[in-house]
């Protein structure tokens, strides 16, 4: 018969193969996780996360490590509707995700809806680098990262906008090239002793600037080539929607490529000189394109003892419901003549042109004028004994 000792050495044994077996079961059926980097040809990095779940018919949550994050900038994610994932922590060179899953679930892709740009290298290539020791990892969520349901282990891709020469590519020796465009790692949980992991490249977001200065810089010329155009002018409504359009299209290029470029800060630094026009153009061509509508013109000769008069002050007076008013005043005209815009409200309204040199003084009849219309002003003489008013320069 076996002793009480033998019997304690058959339990012993049991729970030994129980838990070695439970311990090759959770190592069996641990998810896989591959965390994919894209680069665009703008040179900005998008992440995103592909977990492969073990099957299970009951709910699960994991709680995953990733060698990306900024402390300032709070990631936003997209999930398939049946999945909950929330950022839990993060700082510089990390973020913490906790991720809920449904019973059933084999596979779930979490996508970092923020992107952000490649550092550069002094020779002014792109670079990429991730550490893998997470050094400024808290000590708060370094509680997170206990078994059973935290993910540490980590399978990395990066995945280039085209395809480099192998002489044009620097990278950590644990990161290979798997593809053309393609590079892939593996590392385990972190720790002290897990290395950096590096990709320099040719620099994508350099070439996408020289694009963009090159485009911007041929509808800044074109902008200003229309500003020149003498038959577009004199407050023809086709220039102000040439004006209009163009500053429009400045602007809106100006706001593309700052929102993607990953230096966007050097294409504006580039760009500052074009848009305080761009936009006062812009302004300009729509309040000019209004006043073209609902503006009147008023416009007429002045002359002094029969000479085009040049220093002479003419006044626009409206006469209404609230009684006379002057509107505007000139104090020298352009080849004896003045030229007033108004805006027409009430069209009843009245309107009188006075001119004055020294103590002459000079009133026209009132008249009435319509929202664009054109109104010419008879002949304004002053008669002045004794003064001889020079001619205005034709």
């Given amino acids: 018969m076996p002793t009480q000792r033998h019997q304690g050495i058959v339990v012993a044994l049991i729970c030994i193969l129980a838990c070695g077996t439970l311990v090759y079961a959770q190592e069996a059926t641990a998810p896989k996780a591959t965390l994919t980097l894209s680069v665009n040809d703008k040179g900005l990095v998008g992440a995103d996360v592909s977990l492969a779940l073990p099957a299970d018919s009951n709910p699960r949550f994991y709680i995953l490590m990733l060698p990306i ?19 839990i922590g993060r700082g510089r060179g990390y973020t913490l995700v906790f991720v809920a899953c449904p019973s059933g679930a084999r596979s779930i892709r979490i996508a970092f809806q923020r992107s952000w740009g490649v550092s550069e290298t002094l020779d002014g290539k792109g670079k990429l680098e991730l550490d893998l020791s997470y050094p400024f990892v808290s000590a708060t969520d ?37 593809g053309e465009k393609e590079f892939a790692c593996s590392f385990a949980p972190p720790d002290a002793s897990a290395e950096r992991v590096w990709l320099s490249f040719p620099n994508p977001s350099q070439r996408a600037l020289n694009n963009a200065k090159w485009f911007f810089s041929l509808v800044v010329g074109l902008f200003l080539a229309a500003l020149q155009l003498r ?45 305080p026009t761009a936009l006062y153009a812009a302004m300009a061509s729509i309040y000019l394109a209004a006043a073209r509508r609902y503006q009147a013109t008023i416009t007429g000769p002045v002359t002094v003892n029969g000479v085009a008069a040049k220093y002479v002050t003419v006044t626009l007076i409206r006469s209404g419901k609230q009684g006379r008013r002057v509107l505007k005043v000139r104090d020298s005209l352009e080849a004896g003549r003045y030229v007033f815009y108004v805006w027409v409200g009430d069209p009843v309204d009245r309107y009188q042109v006075s001119a004055s040199y020294y103590t002459q003084e000079v009133n026209t009849d009132e008249f009435s004028v319509t929202r664009g219309s054109h109104a010419e002003v008879p002949v304004i003489n002053l008669q002045v004994a004794g003064i001889a008013q020079p001619a205005a320069v034709s």
């Fill in 142 to 178: 370094r509680l997170w990262m206990r078994p059973p349901n935290a993910i540490g282990a980590l399978d990395i891709r990066v995945l280039l906008p085209g395809k480099y020469d192998d002489a044009d590519i620097a990278t950590s020796a644990n990161l290979k090239r798997v």
């Fill in 69 to 87: 994050g900024d402390e300032n900038r709070p990631n936003e994610l997209q999930v398939p509707a049946d999945v909950r994932a929330a950022e």
């Fill in 231 to 275: 038959f577009l002018r004199d407050r023809r409504l086709s220039w102000f929607l040439s004006v209009c359009v163009l500053s429009c299209v400045v602007l809106g290029l100006a706001a593309y490529y700052i929102h993607g470029l990953a230096r966007w800060m050097d294409f504006l630094v580039y760009a500052a000189y074009a848009l």
